[in-house]
């Protein structure tokens, strides 16, 4: 007998804990302190605790299976036995096996990294080769169902689909292997079929992007072979991230039990269910309720938007628009926040309570709604900022010539062919961050906190000076976070206590809040940077968090354009850079590594997104001189799908990760003819292995084959703050080494 799928669930929870108790864990472990066993029991303990919390609050339906060490992606992998032979042949356990597949190992390099479809998540990539042989392995799955069982709570093991985990490997052909890949998921149904297991959910959010007709039919026939299995549980199809087109009326023209659809990011779908004709016993699953961003649901309209959709199915059940993992855990933890901001806010917790709400809304119609928001306070309004935005013009957000920009950076820097640098941040020591806290505790005065910062700022620059590094930076010792930092010390912005949010693996991040018109109170970084000039006679790069990474990495105010937005931080910025540029600084690097993560998903929408990101970013640099020598950081993105938008932000170099994939990117920028500096990342930082001295030189020639030497920068993946300082010297070392070799040569 089928099991109803319930009125109410989530698509996943946080799973890195209320303190971050997964993060200090795996840490540990990695570091040798604890072993595989307490590692395992403290996983336990915090899947345990999600599942507690989510049958508590009265939800009808709960996931299992979204708990991870590292990555869901790489779970699957291994669920599926996608475990490239170079890892296999270590020799190594199960879990270190997993671990080296995301972290890489002296002899091996990781998987490749990049953003999960429009967020700041980070997955790893699955590599399929044609001799990859696919095979079952249901046993994490099975093992956390049996633990929830355990417990009382009745879950719903989760896993990546075969069309988005085939969509997202790398390989030749993404379908060549959809027969086998489905007979391995066919295996698994059947495993968890065999424990019990009444419903499974499987993910395909990478239709929610653009498809083609091919990629479609893919989907279709997946799932037509899977629903037509007589041996498995009810399938629930999960998508996300946006409208789904016409893979939706593939997907429902498939005999499983649920479909998903994102009724936030993607409120085209109410349409598309409506034109798709009878659901008949088919539940839709309605994401009502943002799983992005922490604002409070308009209950009121989510209902409305639910009673819409129940009148098209037989059943109908209320959840996230995605997985909670996106927010910090609970709310009810910041204390400190203006009661007027926290009011409005909803952490996953809360998300989890107004799913409750609007499932047993759409179910009685009885339920008491609470009243709407009161308007935005008008505190919280700058008409200054306004007065400024609406004086714009165009040649605000332009700058001399290329040509004539370099020459002049050239005669000022007086740098060497192949100018070798890092991308901002040096390793975060334990030391660093206890005087940190110990500030924000009170317990460490200014006069001495500031001495602390700028002993280190000395550590660092007289480090880099050592190695023989031509640009120099100041090491960021005094910031917590490259966007947070501002975030502090911007009008607008508020700061979370205990906000985390999983970026990837164990590296978690604490997005601030943008709640209210932005403005500079005061210059940010030029005290920093002024200082680290005054210790040597190289040049030391002012460092700028841009306006699109900015808003990226904040959870972002929804009541006025993005671009609107964009373009009051970016007046912040220009402001920073005019005092950088007037205190001496003669480089200047304004980072947007989120560019193409928050690319639109559909290409309709892309140009007007670039348009303003590209804007906002040229407005932030417009305002120097073309003697002071713009760089800006992208990483860890599909870049050839903005190529063109790279190269119109006009920076005077720019340095892009590249290690992980090859240096792929090189190729991108030689089609678009791009003719300004470039520094393709030769050592990648995620990874706590030191790159062989060799491995660093041939990267570099490969870099030198595709970019005349004059215009090719040397430098990391990304900035070194999660690295020690043995690595972080060996590795610079070889990248100082190499640079002169090639240079040589």
Avoid at 144 to 158: F, I, K, M, Q, W
Avoid at 555 to 566: E, S
Avoid at 718 to 725: A, M, P, Q
Wanted: proline share 6%; with cysteine; hydrophobic share 45%.
């Amino acid at each position: 007998m089928s099991t109803a799928f319930g009125q109410s669930t989530v698509l996943g929870y946080p799973r890195i804990g209320v303190n971050r108790e997964l993060k200090k864990a795996v840490e540990a472990y990695w570091a040798g302190t604890i072993d595989a066993e307490a590692l395992a029991n403290t996983a336990a303990g915090l899947r345990a605790q999600v599942w507690r919390t989510l049958r508590d609050a009265r939800l009808d339906a709960i996931p299992s299976n979204t708990f991870s060490y590292y990555d869901q992606m790489l779970d699957t992998a291994v669920a599926v036995g996608a475990v490239p032979n170079r890892f296999a042949r270590l020799g190594l356990s199960a879990l270190d096996t997993y671990f080296a597949m995301a972290r890489g190992v002296d002899a091996e390099p990781a998987l490749e990294l990049t953003k999960w479809f429009d967020t700041n998540y980070h997955y790893l990539v699955p590599e399929i080769a044609p001799d990859t042989v696919f095979t079952a392995n249901p046993a994490k799955a099975l093992d956390e169902y049996a633990e929830a069982r355990d417990l009382g709570v009745t879950t719903r093991p989760v896993f990546v689909g075969p069309a988005t985990f085939l969509l997202l490997a790398k390989g030749d052909d993404p379908f060549a292997r959809l027969d086998d890949l489905v007979r391995t998921y066919a295996r698994i149904l059947a495993a968890l079929a065999d424990a019990g297991v009444d419903w499974v959910q499987l993910d395909e959010p990478a239709y929610a992007a653009d498809r083609s007709p091919a990629e479609i039919d893919a989907l279709r026939r997946a799932y037509t072979r899977l629903g037509e299995l007589a041996h498995r549980p009810q399938i629930f199809v999960a998508t996300y991230f946006g409208d789904l087109g016409d893979a939706l009326p593939a997907l429902l023209d498939t005999p499983v039990e649920a479909v998903g659809v994102d009724l936030v990011a993607g409120p085209g779908n109410l349409h598309r269910l409506a034109a798709a004709g009878p659901l008949g016993g088919r539940t839709i699953v309605a994401g009502l309720v943002d799983g992005r961003n922490i604002w409070r649901t308009d209950l009121r309209a989510a209902v409305t938007a639910g009673a819409t959709v129940a009148g098209l199915a037989d059943h109908v059940a209320v959840s996230s628009s995605c997985s909670l993992l996106h927010v910090p855990v609970d709310v009810s933890a910041e204390t400190h926040l203006d009661p007027r901001l926290s009011a409005r806010l909803a952490f996953a917790r809360q998300k989890v309570d107004e799913i409750v709400v609007l499932g047993r809304a759409l179910r009685d119609g009885t339920t008491a709604l609470p009243a709407p928001l009161p308007p935005t306070p008008a505190a919280w309004r700058h008409d200054d900022v306004r007065g400024r935005l609406a004086a714009l013009r165009p040649t605000d957000r332009q700058r001399g010539e290329y040509r004539n920009r370099a020459a002049r950076q050239q005669e000022r820097l007086g740098l060497p062919e192949l100018p070798t640098t890092t991308i901002g941040s040096f390793p975060q020591t334990a030391e660093l961050r206890r005087a940190r806290a110990a500030h924000r505790a009170g317990s460490l005065d200014d006069a001495g906190y500031v001495a602390r910062m700028r002993a280190e700022v000395a550590q660092v620059i007289r480090l880099q000076e050592q190695l023989g590094l031509d640009v120099l930076v100041h090491g960021e010792p005094e910031r917590n976070d490259m966007v947070q930092y501002f975030g502090e010390q911007l009008d607008g912005f508020a700061a979370t206590q205990h906000g985390w949010v999983q970026s990837y693996g164990s590296r978690c991040v604490r997005p601030p809040i943008i709640y209210g018109d932005v403005s500079r109170k005061a210059p940010m970084t030029v005290e920093w940077s002024t200082y680290a000039q005054s210790l040597t006679s190289k040049p030391v790069k002012g460092m700028l968090t841009g306006p699109v990474t900015i808003l990226a990495w904040s959870f972002v105010r929804t009541d006025q354009p993005l671009a609107d937005t964009a373009d009051q931080v970016a007046l912040a910025l220009r402001d920073e850079c005019r005092d950088l540029e007037s205190a001496g600084i003669r480089v200047i690097q304004v980072d947007e590594p989120a560019l193409r993560e928050t690319l639109p998903l559909r290409k309709a929408d892309q140009k007007a997104y670039l348009d303003w990101a590209v804007g906002a970013f040229r407005l932030a640099t417009g305002g120097v001189a073309d003697d002071t020598q713009i760089h800006t950081h992208l990483c860890y993105s599909e870049f050839g799908e903005v190529i063109h938008a790279i190269d119109a932000l006009d920076a005077d170099v720019t340095s892009i990760e590249a290690s992980r994939s090859k240096m792929e990117v090189l190729d991108d920028l030689a089609a678009i003819g791009y003719g300004r500096g470039v520094g393709p990342g030769v050592w990648d930082i995620h990874s706590p292995r030191v790159p062989p001295r060799d491995e660093v030189i041939e990267a570099l020639r490969r870099a030198v084959a595709a970019v005349p030497a004059r215009r090719l920068w040397v430098n990391p993946d990304c900035g070194l703050k999660t690295r020690g300082y043995p690595e972080v010297e060996a590795s610079l070392r070889h990248l100082v080494d190499a640079a002169a070799e090639v240079r040589g040569s």
